[in-house]
């Protein structure tokens, strides 16, 4: 069954940090991309970060990008997510997705087919 | 960056009725668009792939189609299950959500 559980969230003060990990079981970690996602009452779910299976390539969106870091330790089975400069408008639930490539008609396509239970973030005063 | 849209933003249905929901691309995105279902409380679940592709799994009174930039969500019979709020998701050039469209009861 694949598992995956978040870590490390919590509130934190407006430019402050925090380190999310979270820890990967019942699949074949090093074998698959993964994404980091989050949601607000206000805004929806936006996609945040993306790391491919090796961790060489990585991806952000343009809200966080020289902000926060993905990483990836394939023998650890974990994923992590170092946010610096927090904002309150990083406040959110942060989720820990599994991608899944798969090809449709000869054409490779993405997905998110598994997500953890999400880390609360608060960035307040 | 690709935007998505998707309309209505909340609608009001009876168990048994026919739902359809769209989402537009703000360009072109072959049939890069994947739905997700979020009931209260709960994480996203996967419904929908490539535009048309039903998730394993996923009862088959949900069903995609479109390609390009509209697609449309599709349950044929509306169960009590299915009240939940729904997103569209592009995946050909990194991820973008739609905003989200909620199901309520009528």
């Known amino acids: 069954e694949v598992q995956l559980l978040e870590s490390g969230g919590g509130l934190v003060q407006p430019g402050g940090s925090l380190r999310l990990s979270c820890a990967a079981s019942g699949f074949s970690f090093s074998n698959y991309a993964m994404s980091w996602v989050r949601q607000t009452p206000g805004k929806g779910l936006e996609w945040v970060s993306a790391i491919g299976d090796s961790g060489y390539n990585t991806y952000y969106a343009d809200s966080v990008k020289g902000r926060f870091t993905i990483s990836r330790d394939n023998s650890k089975n974990s994923l992590y997510l170092q946010m610096n400069g927090l904002r309150v408008e990083d406040t959110a639930v942060y989720y820990c997705?599994?991608?899944?490539?798969?090809?449709?008609?000869?054409?490779?396509?993405?997905?998110?087919?598994?997500w953890g239970q999400g880390a609360p973030v608060t960035v307040s005063s | 960056d690709i935007q998505m849209t998707q309309s209505p933003s909340s609608l009001s249905a009876s168990i048994g009725d026919r739902v359809t929901i769209t989402c537009r691309a703000s360009q072109t995105i072959s049939n890069c668009l994947n739905w997700y279902q979020q009931r209260p409380g709960k994480v996203p679940k996967l419904l929908i792939y490539?535009?048309?592709s039903l998730q394993g799994g996923v009862p088959s009174r949900f069903s995609g189609s479109g390609s390009g930039t509209e697609f449309t969500l599709t349950i044929s019979s509306l169960q009590p299950e299915d009240f939940a709020t729904y997103f569209c998701?592009?995946?050909?050039?990194?991820?973008?959500f739609g905003q989200g469209t909620r199901v309520e009861v009528k």
């Open positions: 998701q592009q995946s050909c050039r990194t991820w973008t």
């Open positions: 997705v599994k991608e899944q490539w798969v090809t449709v008609a000869g054409t490779p396509t993405g997905l998110f087919d598994y």
């Open positions: 490539a535009a048309s």
